[in-house]
T-cell receptor
Framework: QKEVEQNSGPLSVPEGAIASLNCTYS??????FFWYRQYSGKSPELIMFIYSNGDKEDGRFTAQLNKASQYVSLLIRDSQPSDSATYLC??????????FGAGTRLFVKA | GAGVSQTPSNKVTEKGKYVELRCDPISGHTALYWYRQSLGQGPEFLIY????????DSGLPNDRFFAVRPEGSVSTLKIQRTERGDSAVYLCASSLTTGDTEAFFGQGTRLTVV
């Protein structure tokens, strides 16, 4: 079992729709959870982080965390073609190591 | 500097050769990470520095890989006796402190071993 699992996609949504990206993790001791966006040929950039169970909203983005289910998600409202990218879920435990998932490719159709 | 700088941006080397990849973090950032990313995969953790010391090197795949950060700023990732399987994008990231939430990534070095 991979430590951080994501559906590789591609996930295709029409412009203006809600894109829902999901991630599960295996280490119950994980404490910090991150979503990064990576455009093709570019380096990852942080979109959001979440530490506590529940929802965290930032503009069009909402991160959701359920530690009991070991599940974290990212919702993108009013999706734009510029949101088309690979979204990486990353998990950090009590140490320094951050484990990344393989990413979900999102395609927003204009 | 304004961001994390990695050099070279591309490196092609022959199997068996030695390579060095350089990372210049954001000024003042004490935490520095090296990752390796293969096509279609997420970044794979290699090593973490807090200051000059390697706090966690558990991700280094074998003893051909070594990294240093002698003055607590610039870091060099060194790969001996390169193999074709080492071909990947090597990413460096830095953050202000260990507990800082955001790590900023450099643009990476694309290593190709032929």
């Amino acid at each position: 079992q991979k430590e951080v699992e994501q559906n590789s996609g591609p996930l295709s949504v029409p412009e203006g729709a809600i894109a829902s990206l999901n991630c599960t993790y295996s280490d119950r001791g994980s404490q910090s959870f991150f979503w990064y966006r990576q455009y093709s040929g570019k380096s990852p950039e942080l979109i959001m982080f979440i530490y506590s169970n529940g929802d965290k909203e930032d503009g069009r983005f909402t991160a959701q965390l359920n530690k009991a289910s070991q599940y974290v998600s990212l919702l993108i409202r009013d999706s734009q073609p510029s949101d088309s990218a690979t979204y990486l879920c990353a998990v950090k435990g009590g140490g320094f190591k951050t484990i990344f998932g393989a990413g979900t490719r999102l395609f927003v159709k204009a | 500097g304004a961001g994390v700088s990695q050099t070279p941006s591309n490196k092609v080397t022959e199997k068996g050769k030695y390579v060095e990849l350089r990372c210049d973090p954001i000024s003042g950032h004490t935490a520095l990470y090296w990752y390796r990313q293969s096509l279609g995969q997420g970044p794979e953790f290699l090593i973490y520095f807090q200051g000059t010391g390697a706090a966690d090197d558990s991700g280094l795949p074998n003893d051909r890989f070594f990294a240093v950060r002698p003055e607590g700023s610039v870091s060099t990732l060194k790969i001996q006796r390169t193999e074709r399987g080492d071909s990947a994008v090597y990413l460096c990231a830095s953050s202000l402190t260990t507990g800082d939430t955001e790590a900023f990534f450099g643009q990476g070095t694309r290593l190709t071993v032929v």
